[in-house]
């Protein structure tokens, strides 16, 4: 089980915490009692996670771009956080192609910004900063990647992390090796699902849409193979990579973050899985059966396989992926079902995660 205890009364500061990883973060950090700041734009859809569950009201949170350094600064120097998640970004391969200059600009400036604040803000003691499962150069390997592989991503978004991977092993060796006490790590996860996703252009928000709309679901490239994984799964390895090198900062790294290779599935497989529990679970009135069909519309470039090799996190910290893929769209389409039958979402986000930290297990009290 996770101890996250350790951020009882901590001072953590996330960036991109109104959007869909931040505010699933922001909820295992109140539990655990966490002294909470966020700086992001505002939420990146509406509806979203983080306005739902009244995030807003209960961290202090600052509305702010991470491109604008002076503005980031006096935050760090008003906040003096000691540990830093940086999830702020651009996270779309889509619409990157359409804004490249401003994918760039604020993935990869964004990142200079941030661990230049984190320099000049002596509370700093751990950051984290999230990339991605797409900074190596994509050869279509069968094989997992593994964290020496080289850094090139091929689309904007892409190679904005792998560029934002630089800065940070740039300003790792120049800044932080030595001379200040400050364990800095990036993490690279897999596409993750989960309920209160509303993002466009990701495959389980389509899948969610089109069945409260009574369509078919359409899936672009059902071949693509993917490391999908729980949204939670990520969010409590940044989180446990956070409070072991901030005890202990030789644990620093470069970390993958992805599911079994077994549970490395196709989108189509992906699609499958859904329908089949979707259709377990029928509610109501509803009488739509959840199926889906191919349509290509001949999009731009997206890797065609894509898999991690996460020995390295295993070896390092014991971490393992908690949920399979089966587990993972069951808890899926039971938050989808729960929002349509009116279930409050806050409730069903804290299901969620009390179910994946087994804190409704006896003995799974936290404070
Ligand atoms: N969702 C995935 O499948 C996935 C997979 C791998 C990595 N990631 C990475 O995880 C992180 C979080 O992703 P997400 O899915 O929660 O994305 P999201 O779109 O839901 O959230 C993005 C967050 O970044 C903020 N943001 C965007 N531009 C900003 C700017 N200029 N200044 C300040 N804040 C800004 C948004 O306001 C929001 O809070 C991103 O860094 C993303 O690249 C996501």
Redesign the pocket.
């Known amino acids: 089980m996770f101890d996250f205890t350790f951020y009882r009364g901590k001072k953590i500061l996330i960036?991109?915490?109104?959007?869909?990883?931040?505010?699933y973060m922001c909820e295992v950090l109140l539990k655990y009692g966490a002294k909470l700041y966020g700086?992001?734009?505002?939420?990146?859809?509406d509806p979203s996670l983080?306005m739902l569950c009244g995030l807003q009201e209960r961290m202090d949170s600052v509305q702010?771009?991470?491109?604008?350094l002076a503005h980031l600064k006096r935050v760090f120097e008003k906040v003096q956080p000691e540990i830093v998640i940086?999830?702020?970004?651009?996270?779309?391969v889509r619409e990157s192609y359409q804004r490249p200059v401003e994918t760039f600009?604020?993935?990869v400036m964004?990142t200079v910004n941030l661990l230049e604040c984190c320099r000049l803000t002596e509370s700093v003691k751990s950051v984290v900063n999230?990339?991605?499962?797409?900074v190596y150069r994509n050869m279509e390997w069968s094989r997992g990647y593994v964290e020496t592989d080289v850094l090139d991503g091929y689309d904007p978004?892409s190679n904005s992390?792998s560029c934002s991977e630089l800065v940070t092993h740039s300003y790792i060796r120049s800044f932080f090796q030595g001379q200040r006490d400050i364990a800095v790590s990036t993490c690279?996860?897999?596409?993750?699902?989960g309920g209160g996703?509303f993002?466009r252009d990701?495959i389980i928000p389509d899948c969610i849409r089109a069945m409260e709309r009574g369509e078919e679901i359409i899936v672009r490239n059902p071949s693509s193979i993917r490391p999908y994984q729980h949204?939670l799964e990520?969010v409590c390895a940044y989180l446990m990579v956070a409070m072991e090198q901030h005890k202990d900062p030789l644990l620093a790294d470069c970390y993958n973050v992805g599911p079994e290779d077994a549970d490395c599935c196709t989108t189509g497989e992906l699609v499958d899985i859904f329908c089949k529990k979707w259709n377990e679970k029928r509610v109501g009135e509803e009488n739509r059966i959840a199926a889906w069909k191919n349509r290509s519309d001949q999009g731009p470039h997206e890797a065609g396989l894509l898999r991690l090799d996460c020995d390295k996190i295993k070896r390092t910290f014991g971490w393992m992926p908690r949920w399979n893929i089966e587990a993972a769209l069951e808890e899926v389409v039971r938050f989808a079902k729960g929002k349509i039958e009116g279930r409050d979402i806050l409730a069903l986000l804290d299901d969620t995660i009390d179910s994946y930290l087994m804190l409704d297990e006896p003995g799974g009290v936290i404070i």
Do not use: C, W
Request: hydrophobic share 30%.
């Open positions: 960036t991109g915490h109104t959007g869909f990883k931040g505010s700086y992001a734009l505002d939420p990146p859809t983080f702010g771009d991470i491109r604008d940086h999830m702020a970004a651009q996270p779309i600009e604020t993935n964004g999230v990339t991605t499962d797409k978004y992390k690279r996860a897999g596409n993750v699902i996703d993002a990701r949204v990520p």
